[in-house]
Nanobody, 125 residues
Framework: QVQLVESGGGLVQAGGSLRLSCVVS????????MGWYRQAPGKQRELVAA???????NYADSVKGRFTISRDNANNTVFLQMNSLKPEDTAVYYC???????????????????WGQGTQVTVSS
């Protein structure tokens, strides 16, 4: 019903940069928030950064000053600019979106929360 596709992951040396992108598609009425989460081997999935429709942001302490989240509301796209990458940033990064979608007849709106399939980010020492 609502699909998310991430891109931009890869292998980078410590101190380098990557930019992740996530495109949300489907019968969407409104996206209230979008965010990036990550999960490293043996660890729980954690919030990296989130952004609301009006532009308010929330970052994990571990990435403040290094990562920047932004969005293009017109194209239902969220970005994560990652600078000064560290080996500790190595993880699978997942995009998330929450809001309201239409039912199949567009007769009413339904809350949704959807995840992408993830993109691997690997930072070498």
């Amino acid at each position: 019903q609502v699909q998310l596709v991430e891109s931009g992951g890869g292998l980078v040396q410590a101190g380098g940069s990557l930019r992740l992108s996530c495109v949300v598609s489907g019968s969407i009425f409104r996206i209230d928030s979008m965010g990036w989460y990550r999960q490293a081997p043996g660890k729980q999935r954690e919030l990296v950064a989130a952004i609301s429709r009006v532009g308010s942001t929330n970052y994990a302490d571990s990435v403040k000053g290094r990562f920047t989240i932004s969005r293009d509301n017109a194209n239902n796209t969220v970005f994560l600019q990652m600078n000064s990458l560290k080996p500790e940033d190595t993880a699978v990064y997942y995009c998330n979106a929450a809001g309201e979608r239409y039912d199949t007849t567009r007769s009413y709106r339904i809350p949704f929360g959807s995840w992408g399939q993830g993109t691997q980010v690997t930072v070498s020492s």
